[in-house]
């Protein structure tokens, strides 16, 4: 069983910044992967960035490429999620999610543990 915090959403501008933090405990030795999700109202719940800790190889949806950065610190059982020039479009509820399986990162049935979430509101 894992189980996973998030931090860090909050409100800025239009351009502003925020880094999300995501905490693991309880039996990580097994993850295989994890990612970020969102969810705004009334969308469905998208991948935004996942890793797998195998080889650290990170992907990206097409929309936060070149401004959000995933990355994890295993010694402290921690999953990152930079976001640079945040957009009034990356309003969401965010969420860490992690997995023991492989498969692909952006699809969220594929996760078996998911964090509390954490809203981030980006303001023209």
């Known amino acids: 069983q894992t189980t996973l915090v998030e931090s860090g959403g909050g409100s800025v501008q239009s351009g502003g910044s925020l880094r999300l933090t995501c905490t693991a405990s309880?039996?990580?030795?097994?993850?295989?992967?994890m990612a970020w999700f969102r969810q705004a109202p009334g969308r469905e719940r998208e991948g935004v960035a996942g890793?797998?800790?195998?080889?650290?190889?990170?992907f990206y949806i097409d929309s936060v490429k070149g401004r959000f950065t995933i990355s994890q610190d295993n010694a402290k059982k921690t999953l990152y999620l930079q976001m640079n020039n945040l957009k009034p479009e990356d309003s969401a509820t965010y969420y860490c999610?992690?997995?023991?399986?492989?498969?692909?990162?952006?699809?969220?049935?594929?996760?078996?543990?998911w964090g509390q979430g954490t809203q981030v509101t980006v303001s023209s």
């Open positions: 999610a992690a997995s023991i399986y492989s498969g692909s990162w952006w699809i969220a049935g594929g996760f078996e543990f």
């Open positions: 309880g039996d990580t030795d097994s993850t295989y992967k």
């Open positions: 890793i797998y800790f195998g080889d650290s190889s990170a």
